[in-house]
């Protein structure tokens, strides 16, 4: 359990600073135009503040002496701000703690990178083994302003790794590199993409399409995009089936902006119910169904979901959701005629059937929505939604 207690927060490790305190220091300077109570639009005038760069540097080092996690990130960060120094051992310890938070220990590298690269030179060996592919990557991201050479070779060595968030970082870092082993390592993978994991083949592509200013590179993506079935519209997402990041996907499902999943769709009871529940989806659906209701979702409609137009022989017209459909008959959810707040099940024989028209999906088609990237980490967070064994009937 913690406490505030004017400004520090008590709790079982003993006293701390609170982190929105850090933060309000450290936006000092330019502060967000928002007031963090209301959330109204409050724009200050950071000119008519007082400065307060002595009275920051006074006070943090006592900050330094009981911080830990994301809070040495954070006072390191003000400390750059402020002019000050963050104390180098601390950094590099928090640095090489393999069990430290992620973004802390990103946040602490770039900030010792900051303050003083040349203390990270005994250390760029054991940064370069870390097993975590995102820290490795921001390692060699700092590693190019030091030694640009050594970087690129780094980066290939990722690009070849055979973990896929290593190969995926690999990618990454090469796309943004300028140097001629970077083009290379994408002209002779691209030539050979089939032979290319699954999961990274996006990382590959899009990579290769930053580089595209190689002429045998633009001709090597010209080649592989005419290698895609044209009549299926899900070919040109199809390297976004494999190798996206659960987590990220869970994020975007429930917060894109105007991905809008969590408004139409219900997870263990929380969502909307304009489209189907999406609870344990990945027990009953392949990767492959999963990308293509995301991006050609009037491919296939979920019965009950497709609103469909029939034309009787007699010239009616009926309007409804498509529940079922054989040779024989189809069955329609309409409006009760008796009452129109209520629904109701039509069949109708398809020998009373002049035309009707093929279900339409009320889920907008994600690939103009979504990147190829985040479509693929909601396909993997799609995956891990697993059916609960043994949960029924109790
Ligand atoms: C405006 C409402 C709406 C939004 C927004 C929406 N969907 Fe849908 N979704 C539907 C409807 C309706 C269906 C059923 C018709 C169909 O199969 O296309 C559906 C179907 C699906 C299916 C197929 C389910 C199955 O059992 O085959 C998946 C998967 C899905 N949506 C995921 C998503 C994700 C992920 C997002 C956000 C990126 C999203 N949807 C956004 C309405 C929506």
Redesign the pocket.
Known sequence: MEVEYLGHIIGHQGVKVDPQKTKAIQEWKQPKPVDSTNGFYRPLDPAKRPDISEAVKASLQPVFDTAEGNLISLATGIALEYGAEAPEELLVKQISDEEADLDARIGSLQGLARQNIDALDPHWDSLLSSEQAAFRAAVVDQLSSANQERAVSEAIKMAESGDLKTRQQGYRLLSKMESPKATEVFRNRLADWKKEKPGALLDLLEGAEAKKADESIAKLLADYQSSLDASDPVAPFRAALKGGDVKSGKE??LT?AA???A???KINGDGGV???E?TG?GS??DHE??LA??VD??G???PG??MTMVTLKNGESIGGALLEETGEKVVLKIPDPDDSSQQVEKTIAMSEIETRQPPV????P?GY??TKTEIRD?VAF?ASLKEKKGKKGH
Do not use: D
């Not at 999906?361 to 907008?364: G, V």
């Open positions: 975007i499902f894109h991905g809008q999943c408004k139409c769709h304009a489209g189907p999406l989806i009953r659906v169904h999963l209701a995301l979702p009037s296939f409609v979920v979901y497709g999906s009320a889920m907008p994600m929505i979504l909601v799609l």
